[in-house]
């Protein structure tokens, strides 16, 4: 259903806010060579200097400064700001929420192959947030990322074949993906697998 799909993305969403918000990792203690670098146009530096301020480590927490330095990392093709960017406009932190903007960034760096990024495309293809819903398109970024090992998109995955969604319905095919996820603690694929054993499709029935 759509309010099952919308509550799927946003929670993917506060996932990684809380992943971000709970680092304790340590301050770099070169912060004001990483900032000089970052200055001079360094996008690893930027990047870097972009989650200090997006997690709070050692500096108050500034979402706007994430933003801003995630921005000028990305626009150079770093495929992890682009990532991250895209999920600060998803959210609407520390800039005006954009599904279109998001949609935007997590294209770019999805297409140089970042296994986050396509989880996040086709989470928004799926449900329609930013683009029109396309489950074909979903599934073709859930399945590259999956591929990667990334386990929400193996879930993703198997749960648009099990329902036949972009593509025909495969219960087996569903099964090995929830199973892949599954083994990972991946809990939408330990679900999904759960209920396979449970009904007997795409396996025998436990």
Not at 84 to 95: D, K
Request: hydrophobic share 35%; aromatic share 10%; charged share 20%.
């Amino acid at each position: 259903s759509a309010s099952r799909l919308t509550a799927s993305c946003t929670i993917s969403g506060a996932a990684w806010s809380d992943a971000h918000a709970q680092s304790s990792a340590p301050v770099p203690p070169d912060l004001r060579s990483k900032l000089e670098s970052a200055n001079k146009g360094d996008a690893k530096s930027q990047n870097e200097l972009a989650e200090i301020y997006a997690r709070g480590r050692g500096v108050k927490k500034d979402p706007a400064q994430a933003a801003r330095w995630f921005r000028m990392a990305a626009e150079q093709d770093f495929a992890k700001a682009q990532y991250s960017l895209g999920r600060i406009y998803y959210a609407g932190n520390g800039v005006s929420r954009s599904y279109q903007e998001a949609v935007y960034w997590f294209n770019k760096a999805a297409n140089l192959g970042n296994a986050d990024a396509q989880n996040a495309l086709g989470e928004c293809y799926e449900e329609g947030s930013g683009v029109e819903q396309d489950y074909t398109a979903a599934a073709k970024w859930y399945k590259l990322a999956a591929n990667q090992g990334h386990t929400s998109a193996q879930a993703n995955f198997g749960s648009l074949v099990e329902n036949g969604l972009g593509m025909p319905k495969d219960h087996k095919t569903a099964f090995l993906f929830y199973q892949l996820s599954a083994i990972k603690g991946n809990p939408k694929g330990q679900y999904g697998l759960g209920n396979m054993y449970r009904t007997g499709q795409g396996v025998k029935a436990d």
